[in-house]
């Protein structure tokens, strides 16, 4: 009956633990409008369209050195193995917690040489004075050890000990369980964190190669009106030898070249440090990407047309819109791991030992001893401990909850501004371009008039300056561009899916 009754408690605690107390987890829904707007001003060539976003996004600008340079940054740059280490951390978090949902078991052994004080516990036993451990054997006065002869104390005594001892507590109301939902939320998190510090990776390398592209395209621009410049001071020099103008012009076209001149050790400088940055974002030294990007390339073209998806892709891919997610995720089971602190706790324990006062008595039955049986720990008095750990949960949780509206609200902001950004810079290339095609006219007709000696070369001077101005502000706005695109595709989340799948 004993055993009976043993087994309808311990099959009513197994009942027991299958209950969990706290809120149960509900994925919020982001609030999204279900189109994005249209960019503001007018509208512009390549335009955005709500097919479905390709992971690899970088590929819309068909640059194979950059497809190149993107699959290599996620095995080799290091914010993304940084982040990899602190999800591993995460992960063996998560195992430790979800330790607690098992029982623990300890083998044991143990030998000791013991001598007990009559000062002690023999005191109370009555042997402090000499006896026989024969006679105490035969039931005679007094317990424990005797006392040596002629003197105090316990005859000295060899003590074997071997066993195992186990206990598993019995969740009853799910504090087990809520604390591994929780960790394992975080682990989402941290996962997403990793894939949110890859996008933002991506897109800095893809800025990078397309600014490095374009002071490349900026280089040859000032090289080509170098080149334009000398040849009109050489012009200048020969109508000055044949006293056809004054050294005031070869003064003018002297100064022009050294000026146009002057621009190349800034962009040289500019090419350099973007090489360093593509080479730490790749974890290389400095100068280790010189050989392979140092042969000037065109910035890479603007598709006729961009797949953007629709808002409501944002909350499945943006990672930071899914750790906001997670960590909501987890304070809800952090709420539950407080509420089950209020309830009594039961520990199922047992030991099973083997003890003998002789090694060769070690493989005796008589030699056995063993507990088992449950505990019970119940909250009496905490001075209000519990109840302001789940008042802090449910604050925490709150606090959550806003911080996700506060980023999906963000995300929205930033692909519209992105989309917006996008198409005006779409729009000033396109003045740029006309820009440049009418001071390359004027160039050639004040060219020709100056050869003529209707104009002086003052006006080429400034003429050929407007020039130079205009293409070095139309390779911006194609790097502008470009940049703005993938700025919006950063916005859009996208990039993460084929290096860290869910």
Not at 362 to 373: E, K
Not at 421 to 434: F, I, K, S, V
Not at 451 to 472: H, P, T, Y
Request: proline letters at 6%.
């Amino acid at each position: 009956m004993f055993k009976k009754n043993n087994f309808i408690f311990v099959f009513s605690l197994l009942l027991l633990g299958g209950c969990s107390v706290g809120p149960d987890w509900e994925k919020p829904t982001a609030k999204l409008p279900s189109s994005f707007l249209p960019p503001t001003g007018k509208p512009a060539k390549s335009q955005v369209i709500t097919m479905p976003v390709d992971p690899m996004w970088w590929n819309i600008f068909q640059d194979k050195e950059l497809s190149s340079l993107v699959s290599r940054v996620a095995a080799a740059n290091l914010d993304v193995a940084e982040a990899s280490a602190r999800l591993a951390q995460s992960r063996s978090e998560r195992r430790i917690v979800g330790a607690d949902r098992y029982p623990t078991a300890h083998l044991n052994a143990s030998y000791a040489r013991e001598r007990a004080s009559p000062n002690g516990i023999l005191g109370l036993m009555g042997t402090t004075q000499p006896q026989a451990i024969d006679t105490i054997a035969n039931g005679s006065p007094g317990f424990g050890p005797s006392a040596l002869p002629g003197s105090s104390g316990s005859h000295p005594f060899n003590l074997w000990q071997y066993g195992f001892d186990s206990s598993w507590e019995v969740d009853l109301w799910g504090r087990v369980r809520r604390s591994v939902e929780a960790s394992s939320a975080m682990v989402e998190a941290s996962e997403d964190t990793r894939r949110g510090i890859l996008i933002s990776v991506l897109a800095e390398i893809a800025r990078d190669y397309i600014q490095l592209r374009g002071v490349q395209a900026q280089i040859i621009i000032v090289k080509e009106n170098l080149d334009i410049a000398t040849h009109s001071l050489s012009l200048t020099k020969l109508r000055f030898t044949n006293g056809a103008t004054t050294n005031l012009d070869v003064a003018n076209a002297s100064a022009q070249v050294a000026t146009i001149r002057a621009d190349l050790p800034e962009l040289q400088k500019q090419e350099a440090q973007l090489i360093n940055a593509l080479s730490f974002l790749l974890g290389e030294p400095p100068r280790a990407l010189k050989q392979e990007l140092s042969t000037p390339q065109p910035v890479p073209p603007v598709p006729p047309r961009v797949p953007m998806g629709l808002p409501s892709d944002l909350a499945r891919f943006r990672p930071d819109i899914r750790a906001a997610e997670a960590q909501l995720h987890a304070a809800t089971a952090n709420i539950g791991v407080a509420k089950a602190d209020f309830y009594p706790r039961i520990t199922l324990s047992g030991s099973l030992d083997i003890q003998a006062l002789q090694f060769s008595g070690l493989g005796a039955l008589a030699s056995r001893q063993y507990g088992l049986g449950p505990t019970i720990s119940i909250p009496f008095f905490e001075g209000g401990k519990l109840h302001g750990t789940l008042e802090l949960r449910k604050a925490q949780q709150k606090e959550m909850a806003i911080n996700y509206q506060r980023t999906v609200l963000r995300a929205w902001h930033e692909v519209d501004d992105a989309l917006t950004t996008y198409n005006a810079a779409q729009n000033q290339r396109e003045q740029w371009q006309e820009s440049v095609k009418q001071n390359q006219t004027a160039l050639e007709i004040a060219q020709t008039q100056y050869k003529e000696g209707v104009i002086d070369f003052l006006n080429v001077i400034s003429v050929q300056n407007k020039l130079l101005l205009a293409q070095r502000a139309l390779v911006k706005m194609d790097t502008d561009t470009d940049v703005a695109l993938t700025n919006l595709y950063k916005a859009l989340g996208g990039g993460w899916q084929a290096d860290f799948p869910i």
